[in-house]
């Protein structure tokens, strides 16, 4: 039975993105809804990414700003 499966090629084996919501980032910078959108929008400060209606941040990118 598992003959018939699909094999896609080995991918590259990365760390996987660890993401955050925005409400995480907001407690985290103890920033209101209007300076994330800001930051990620306007002064693009912080990349985004879309995944369906929800919107997340790289904690690599978290970790740069703080740094």
Do not use: A, C
Not at 52 to 59: D, E, L, P, V
């Amino acid at each position: 039975m598992n003959d018939n499966l699909i094999r896609f090629p080995k991918m590259e084996e990365s760390k996987p993105l660890r993401l955050m919501t925005s409400s995480q980032v907001r407690e985290l910078f103890d920033i209101s809804r209007t300076t994330l959108h800001r930051w990620s929008n306007e002064q693009q400060l912080l990349p985004k990414l879309k995944v369906g209606r929800r919107i997340y941040f790289k904690r690599e990118d978290i970790e740069n700003i703080i740094k």
